[in-house]
């Protein structure tokens, strides 16, 4: 039941928010919008502290049928991976909310009602386990986006609202066919007509049918993350989005991408996925030296940023197609700092924004000595992104470069590259903000006034998450590691190996499925255990 | 960016020592091998072509547009003469495979 309220309470929190500020004024929306996501962070807290308890596959599970005489039925699972993105989702969605309070003259009710449901779509794609639910789901998460650039954007929001709009309805109608075909594929084969995730699982698809369902699958999952080089709408979405809008997108949205490359592509496809790794690897690579040589050159403070999210996403689809344990705990852990840091650095510069009402850096420099509280936030979360040892997206990339250079050191080799960017990125985004000489007077856009005490826990708690997560990554680590079953890297119980044909051992790092939970002992990456504090 | 790099300094002193005072040419090689390419590569690239080919379709969808609407010429005997094209089509179609 607890899975159905983490969907159900902004869902129907969202249409309160909206009814309520029509009656009671745009307050009421702020303060209804953040009880409902401090009950959600609850809720998800909660539901990570049953979690661990035993080898089972799930934590929590719920399913009643839906359309019974198509196989479709509101089912609702939850294991670490589902249980860190969903807390991911409903602690990054109080930030935000509490993060632009002040921000929204405009709509406020419809404003929130939009950001509740993009919430409740984002924690159900986290939690669905049968698949017309999943896609339901999936194509709640756009439409509310839509609005929320569309409407409550920058100058440039209609051109950035319909790119983002047109990408992800074409993925999505990828992603429908691809389950669609699953389906009619999984009951010619098995005679059962479902869309039961795991009975999905024995779908019995082999040669190019597979490929193709992965490659459309693959494809869907890809332009979310996104990958290069499908990155176009990113740069513009997140940019032209209200402040909310490119935290949520950049820290949640975004990972539905990766969580459907982990949850869908790897443990239905695993042959396909292993024979597709190289080109998956040349793209992550790719998109991690592009996006960071895009951030350089960007004089957009909220480009600079997206365009250091697709480098930072380059990174996850690395640790995914590395096919080992080590690749995918880092990969885990990058979608969670990678949130933190990107949210932290939206919110300075929708704090910026909403002081000098411009987004270019060209018309700042020297805001250390007027907002020297800002400056250092800024200086934390510039060097968060970077990957400064201590922080959390340290451990999540020296984890994916480790994964992926058993897989392949000439992947790794230029990934790593793509730290150099991100020094060279972050460090000019500094420099250019805070540090040096004011531009000439005519170009100047004026002083910043420092955080308030609101903007600053907003900034306190990101910035906690990073340090925490740098020094002690276990909780997710250990988390996460619980979902691997999936992919068959650790806790794969032996029935399974033996009903799905492929599993992992064709992979390139071979990683044979045990029953008992634990690593493998015969693979080097795999027999990583997290570790406890910062390497 | 990449300004001058703060290369010949000393240039009065002995030679190992004007070497050493300008850091032996490091900054300069550096600044040509990898600052400089860089910097260009970064400028040349910060629209990011990979979005022409998004934008291509765009340009496609609304070069089609203009097309079809230029056929939309509310003229009767153009309308008929396509509508007869089209029968004409149709029936060679039928009638030859």
Redesign the interface.
Known sequence: MILLWLILLPFLGGILAWAGAALFGAAFARWFSAAVLAAGVVLSALLWSTAGSGGERWIAAWSVPWIPSHGIALSLSADGLSVVLVALTYGLGLLSVVASWKSIERAPGFFHFNLLWILAGTAGVFLATDLVLFFFLWELMVLPMFFLIAVWGHENRVYAAI?FFIFTQASGLLLLAAILGLHFVHAANTGERTFDYEALLRHGATGTTAMWLMLGFFTAFAVKLPA??F???L?DAHSEAPTAGSIILAGVLLKTGAYGLIRFVLPLFPAEAAAFAPVAMAMGAAGVL?GA??A???TDLKRLIACSSVSHMGFVLLGVFALNEAGLQGTVMQLVCHGLSTGGLFVLAGLLYERLHTRDMRAMGGFWTAAPRMGAMALFFAMASLGLPGLGNFVAEFLILFGTFAVSPAAAAVAALGLLGAALYSL?FFQDVFQGGAPDEGASAGKPADIVPREAVVLAVLAAGLVFLGLYPRPVLNLSADAHWTVGFSRCPAGDAATTPQTTAEADAPAKPTDSPGIVADNPVARITPPETTP | ?GGAPPGGGGAGAPPPRRGALGGFGFDTVYDLLFVRP?AA???A??N?P??R??EGTAGAARMLHSILSATQSGRLRWYSATIAAGVILILAIALLT
């Open positions: 790119k290069f080089p990155h176009t709408w740069a592009y040589m895009l350089f050159a960007q000019r | 960016g860089f590569l970064a400028r690239t910060r990011d990979v979005d080919a998004t």
